[in-house]
């Protein structure tokens, strides 16, 4: 599918495109309906800086020309996923830029998401589908015993026809970050983690690992680790010292971390959590991430999570004595182990620090 | 990374959290000026003007109320949730488990249950704790606290307010739900009138 371009250059792009067929033209008004409803939605976050900032990462990675051509919509959903429309609307979820370190990272995945929009890739899948339904149909009318067999290799094969089209979108985005200046290596960390984090969610919740299976039947995606080893051999050949931006990245999501962090401690997901915020750390622990830390082990209740909690918010406070939550969560944790004199005396700090809090009366009543 | 494909989600909690098969016996007419026991439980209310039982369950030691219909107007009971015990029924066990009520919590834990159990449950993260007080619910100290929640693909607000207490290892909480617009303000009072009444037999 990709037009053939000499290394170092990205395969010529055809500018604003227009819905050629009646398929095509079906799709892209299904896309701008849902494309009017998420725009005007409650869950889309408008901070003009946050999405300045997302758009001029795509317009990097993919160039000016290309970039005109899309919408980035960001949607609060603590998942990691992001997702494209073929009339050029492309959604973010926040859970997504809280796992993601660097611009590199966020270039990739952009990337990705603006690829399978240059690919065409829904109105593909589509005619697919419904070729596929229709033969399913036809099987159906037959009868005999093989119709079922029939109906689930077809849908066999519009599945791994996605898997070939993941695979396709990386190898373009590979591409652009390889023109941009980005270091490629940071898309197969990125799935390196994710894939981690998704066995630690498992593991936490008593399942079992599926980073190992093979090719799964139904799998839309290719699986991780094969994903992970094609990225990585694409990378292996770039040139040293390409940028990674991640001085310029941790800045922008300065003011959005506290929000993503909560979002992601209500899941009711200990272990994938604890991964990702020890993730998240690796150049040291923060107060808001010491914070989050101490509030997972907090709620989650254990008679030792509780001294592990009230250290992390020591911890915490140390490097910000003016971190109210942490003092509100040290107070709470600390009562809870039965330690009352300590524990009252961080909850009268925070109603110092905050003295309008919403639950400032709540807490009153734990004071005396 | 995927491409999006729709997903179906119904409005109200007892109508997406009541699976198909629980005795969806039909809704009933509570008459005002008696007590009535609530979510098969020895938590009773009396009611002064008239509610409709809805008949789906949030989920085992649940009922709900309405004036108008759920998604303007709801009360839910939870009548001594156990311990290690969800809120409600649980969507999915395996990829959306929910927390759980310990009987050692605090009752300034109850909210972030609430709030979590929500998130979770109707698949949403514009659900928020807006304040929290202490209040007597059936003659128990308890917490009263306000929420303000939106459900996808829906995008009307709802506000919440809840009263909640733990006796003898068991919560006992009452809910009123509605819309920010006109119905939360409107109805509120009918609902405070309730908790009024509560009583644990």
């Known amino acids: 599918m990709l037009a053939v371009a000499t290394p170092g250059e990205l395969p010529p792009y ?94 990739s995945m952009l990337g990705h998401e603006f690829a399978h929009f240059e690919l065409r890739h829904t109105l593909v899948g589509f005619k697919q589908e419904r070729h596929a339904h229709n033969l399913a149909i036809w099987a159906g009318l037959l009868g005999g015993g093989s119709a079922i067999g029939v109906q689930l290799a077809l849908i066999g094969s519009t599945y791994e026809f996605s898997r070939a089209q993941e695979t396709e979108a990386d190898m373009l985005s590979s591409r652009f970050l390889e023109v941009a200046g980005f270091d490629r290596q940071c898309a197969a960390d990125l799935w390196q983690r994710i894939a981690d ?11 079992r690992s599926q980073r190992y299976d093979p090719v799964g039947f139904l799998a839309t995606h290719p699986t991780n680790l094969t994903r992970m080893r094609y990225l990585a051999a694409a990378a292996a050949d770039q040139p040293s010292g390409r940028r990674t931006g991640q001085e310029a990245y941790r800045a922008a999501m300065k003011p959005w971390r506290a929000l993503l962090l909560a979002d992601q401690l209500k899941r009711n997901d200990f272990a994938g959590t604890e991964y990702l915020l020890g993730q998240l750390a690796q150049d040291g622990w923060t107060e808001e991430l010491l914070f989050a830390r101490g509030e997972l082990y907090r709620l989650r209740r254990h008679p030792r999570d509780l001294v592990a909690a009230a250290r992390f918010y020591t911890d915490a406070i140390a490097l910000d004595p003016k971190h109210a939550e942490s003092q509100r969560g040290l107070g709470l944790a600390l009562l809870r182990s039965g330690e009352v004199e300590r524990g009252r005396l961080a909850l009268r700090r925070y109603l110092e620090l905050v003295p309008a809090a919403s639950d400032a009366p709540m807490l009153a009543t734990l004071l005396s | 990374m995927t491409r999006s494909f729709p997903r179906i989600r119904t409005l109200a909690l007892p109508l997406l959290l009541a699976s198909a098969t629980a005795a969806i016996a039909g809704n009933t007419l ?33 009922e709900s109320w309405t004036l ?4 303007l107007n709801e009360v839910t009971f939870y009548g001594g949730i156990e311990n290690d015990r969800t809120l409600f029924r649980e969507v999915s066990k395996k990829e959306k488990p929910l927390p759980r009520f310990a009987a050692t919590m605090l009752l300034t834990d109850i909210p972030a249950l609430v709030e979590s159990s929500y998130r ?60 920010t617009i ?20």
């Open chain 1, 14 to 107: 055809a500018g604003a495109y227009q819905p050629q067929t009646k398929d095509e033209r079906g799709l892209w008004m299904q896309s701008d309906e849902e494309e009017r409803i998420v725009r005007d939605s409650a869950f889309v976050i408008r901070d003009a800086a946050l999405n300045a900032y997302l758009r001029d990462v795509l317009c990097r990675a993919v160039g000016t020309a290309r970039c005109e051509g899309v919408r980035i919509h960001i949607v609060r959903d603590a998942a990691f996923n992001a997702n494209m429309s073929p009339n050029g609307f492309m959604r973010v979820f926040t859970g997504a830029l809280l796992r993601i370190r660097d611009e590199a990272e966020l270039a």
């Open chain 1, 197 to 207: 984090e998704t066995d630690e969610t498992a593991r936490g919740r008593r399942q």
């Open chain 2, 30 to 62: 509570i008459v005002p000026g008696q007590p009535v026991a609530v979510a098969k439980s020895t938590l009773t209310v009396v009611p002064s003007r008239e509610w409709n039982k809805l008949g789906a369950r949030p989920g085992r030691n649940t």
């Open chain 2, 68 to 71: 108008d219909g759920a998604p």
């Open chain 2, 120 to 179: 979770i449950a109707l698949d949403t993260p514009l659900m928020r704790i807006a304040a929290a007080e202490p209040a007597e619910l059936a003659g128990n100290k308890a917490i009263r606290f306000r929420y303000v929640f939106t459900l996808p693909e829906e995008e009307v607000e709802r506000q919440g307010e809840a009263v909640a207490t733990i006796v003898d290892g068991r919560l006992y909480m009452l809910s009123f739900e509605a819309p």
């Open chain 2, 182 to 201: 006109h119905f939360y303000d409107r109805d509120l009072p009918s609902f405070r009138a309730l908790v009024a009444t509560a009583r644990l037999q």
